[in-house]
């Protein structure tokens, strides 16, 4: 089974996220464009009550998760709407994968309804049989990985992410991970690189995990 981060690794959404998140700061604060793509980036990866702590820190506790609730309610309806930029190749490479009788999942560490916001603003309902979001269980993102992987019947896996934290998780499933270089961060033990998501068949054959 071929499990995949989403942010980093299948698209890049921060644009629509930092939008989506202003709207809700302005009219709960007052405060105009708080927020840019690259805080966004900066948090991807993480919970989301990791990402009130850190964007919203001057605010007291159960008004920063008050607020970041808020904030990804709307994010999900935003996203559904208007959807995200894909990397290139993306679409071409599940096509191949599909067609290949390959089972793919997308794990993420995002809230409840983000990846049903992608997978219906994008149209991937039909590459991916499964997915789980730590909104919806509350597990780590290696928990994750293995209740997708068990929830499928399925004892092989391989992830792919792109930061050093999706590897960690890759590797506390058991599991291995391909590195997506081009996304948002860095990993230093993958076991393979890819530097476009094209590549991404050239790296399942290198680390044995599709033969032919």
Known sequence: MIIFDLDGTLWDSTVPVADSWNVVIEKETGEEDRLTPEDIMGEMGRTMSQIADDLFGDLP??????????????????????????????????????????????????????????????RMDKYFCDYEEWGRTGLS???????????????????????????????????????AAYGFGNITDAEADIESFDELPRALKEIGYMTD
């Open 141 to 179: 993102k290696a928990g994750n990985i293995r209740l997708v992987m068990e929830r499928n019947g399925e004892d092989k896996a391989v992830y792919i992410g792109d930061i050093q934290s999706d590897a960690d998780s890759a590797h506390e499933a058991g599991v291995p991970c391909i590195n």
């Open 61 to 122: 506790e159960d008004e920063r998760y008050e607020l970041a609730h808020k904030c990804e309610v709307y994010e999900n309806d935003y996203i559904k709407e208007r959807g995200a930029k894909l990397y290139p190749g993306v679409i071409e490479t599940l096509e191949k994968l599909l067609s290949a009788g390959e089972k793919m999942a997308v794990v993420s560490n995002c809230q409840e309804g983000y990846v049903a916001a992608f997978i219906e603003s994008m």
